[in-house]
């Protein structure tokens, strides 16, 4: 039991005033400061031996009627958290660390901030930045040498010292088909050094799809064998269809006349000429053998 005069309020409990004592020292608290650390009181003597923080600048305990200042596992008294260089307090300002020191913001600039690849302008202390490659802006710095637009967090492509966002270089850079004009994203063709869409790449005739096919070209313009043939190739004097020369297809002309080498025989005997001596017969050609029997 407590009686009246006997005892201590605090922690919202009622103590016997001689039970109510610091947690490490068991000494009284009753009448005493005191601090409470995970629910139990200490003594402020105890609790800044056991739980307070060392200044970083004066190696003193930071107790508890100083206000503890922390940056990086690092700590100061309110009067020491001053800039490493010229000793102005850092309270409620900016400031930059190197080598485990603290600066105000002049001091850093002046000592150790790099320039945007932007805009030239220092980094000051407090500025985000954005790197790549051995290069940094700052972030309104970075973006579309084209469209300006900030890049922040998007994908880019690098170029000659430049940075384009993906539209821009697409826009830019990217293949174009000399028929539509439009991007080639996958695949294509390239004729004449030119790149093309498969399905733009055909007959300029016909329109049909020349991609894989065998085809042939004049005046820069490709046609597929058939239409070439149509309209452009000399004509076999003997069978009368195309000689297009595609694919390695070999012919004989003679004075204005021309023929397919395996339509190059002899009227009458049927042999091959090719290579060999032939005499004319109006519109015949006829092998030495059977012009002398024709003349008989």
């Known amino acids: 039991l407590i009686f009246s005069g006997e005892y201590t309020k605090a922690m919202s409990k009622d103590w016997h005033s001689e039970h109510f004592c610091c947690w490490q020292c068991d000494e009284s608290l009753t009448g ?22 060392t200044c970083d600048d004066c190696n ?17 008294h309110e009067k020491c958290f001053l ?21 105000c913001g002049p001091c850093y600039d002046s000592q150790f901030a790099t320039k ?5 302008e220092i980094f000051r202390a407090g ?56 991007i080639i994203t996958s695949g294509g063709v390239t004729y004449k050094n030119e790149p093309w869409h498969r399905e733009c790449f055909t007959c300029t005739n016909c329109s049909a799809s020349l991609a894989g096919q065998r085809f042939t070209s004049r005046d820069d313009k490709p046609y597929c064998a058939e239409c070439f043939g149509d309209l452009f190739a000399k004509r076999c004097t003997a069978c009368t269809k195309p000689i297009t020369g595609i694919g390695g297809t070999r012919f004989i002309s003679f004075e204005d006349r021309h023929w397919h080498n395996d339509c190059f025989i002899c009227a009458m005997c049927k042999n091959s000429l090719v290579g060999k001596g032939f005499i004319t017969d109006g519109s015949d050609i006829l092998c030495p053998e059977c012009a002398k029997q024709k003349l008989m």
Not at 60 to 76: A, E, N
Not at 116 to 120: E, I, M, P, R, T
């Open 32 to 53: 005493q400061r005191y601090v409470l650390k995970d629910d139990h009181p200490y003594c402020t003597r105890c609790y800044e031996s056991v739980f307070a923080n």
């Open 83 to 103: 800039c490493q260089k010229c000793q102005v307090s850092l309270v409620d300002k900016q400031f930059g660390s190197k080598m485990e020191k603290i600066y």
């Open 127 to 182: 500025n985000k930045k954005m790197e790549y490659k051995a290069r940094q802006w700052h972030e309104k710095c970075f973006c579309c040498v084209v469209c300006k637009t900030p890049i922040g967090t998007k994908s880019f492509i690098p170029r000659e010292q430049e940075i384009y966002c993906t539209g821009c270089y697409e826009e830019k850079f990217a293949t174009r088909c000399v028929k539509c004009s439009k």
């Open 60 to 76: 003193q305990v930071i107790g508890i009627d100083s206000k503890d200042l922390s940056y990086k596992d690092k700590h100061w």
């Open 116 to 120: 945007c690849d932007g805009c030239g």
